[in-house]
T-cell receptor, first 113, second 116 residues
Framework: EAQVTQNPRYLITVTGKKLTVTCSQNMNHEYMSWYRQDPGLGLRQIYYSMNVEVTDKGDVPEGYKVSRKEKRNFPLILESPSPNQTSLYFC????????????FGDGTRLSIL | AQSVAQPEDQVNVAEGNPLTVKCTYSVSGNPYLFWYVQYPNRGLQFLLKYITGDNLVKGSYGFEAEFNKSQTSFHLKKPSALVSDSALYFCAVRDEYGGATNKLIFGTGTLLAVQP
């Protein structure tokens, strides 16, 4: 089954404790992206990757890092989380052409205390 | 700059009645338009898209959308609503000239509530 898998689905942690949210897709997609979803703001892009070793900032990259060492994986790293990063996070992937829809994971709900 | 607006935070409709969820957009070139649906505790699921061609696009679960270039709109419609259609709906747009960023801009979402 074609899917995007995120882990963990839920995490409560404390300010400053480094965390990583993993994302893996099995569709051999070149493009992957991370979004955060906040009430009244819709989805905002954090980082994206056009292919292996090619990443770039989205609209709200501050406080986040990503890497793309393999085509299927695109982890999101919060090196020193802060409460304003409490949010619902989604990973997505799509095939290379711009007119293709994105496939989303089921989300990771992060609470930073 | 590209943008998308969903003017209604919530749409209420009775089961069996037609529904419309509104979306307007702004892009420099021709738009690539998408509708996604989000059920509770799930990621966004693709419903339909408009890239070019026929202005009326049919998608999953009986939904359709009409592209109107003069009004810069892409409203989502369904002739007969089901209670199971209750969910959060997102419109998204990408400019055909998006270039290297390939960014998809999402609206703020419209909560559809279908009453039995």
């Amino acid at each position: 089954e074609a899917q995007v898998t995120q882990n963990p689905r839920y995490l409560i942690t404390v300010t400053g404790k480094k965390l990583t949210v993993t994302c893996s897709q099995n569709m051999n997609h070149e493009y992957m992206s991370w979004y955060r979803q906040d009430p009244g703001l819709g989805l905002r892009q954090i980082y994206y990757s056009m292919n292996v070793e090619v990443t770039d900032k989205g609209d709200v990259p501050e406080g986040y890092k990503v890497s793309r060492k393999e085509k299927r994986n695109f982890p999101l790293i919060l090196e020193s989380p802060s409460p304003n990063q409490t949010s619902l996070y989604f990973c997505a992937s799509r095939a290379g052409t711009e007119n293709q829809p994105q496939h989303f994971g089921d989300g990771t709900r992060l609470s930073i205390l | 700059a590209q943008s998308v607006a969903q003017p209604e935070d919530q749409v209420n409709v009775a089961e069996g009645n037609p529904l419309t969820v509104k979306c307007t957009y702004s892009v420099s070139g021709n738009p690539y338009l998408f509708w996604y649906v989000q059920y509770p505790n799930r990621g966004l699921q693709f419903l339909l898209k408009y890239i070019t061609g026929d202005n009326l696009v049919k998608g999953s679960y009986g939904f359709e959308a009409e592209f109107n270039k003069s009004q810069t709109s892409f409203h989502l419609k369904k002739p007969s609503a089901l209670v199971s259609d209750s969910a959060l709906y997102f419109c998204a747009v990408r400019d055909e000239y998006g270039g290297a960023t390939n960014k998809l801009i999402f609206g703020t979402g419209t909560l559809l509530a279908v009453q039995p």
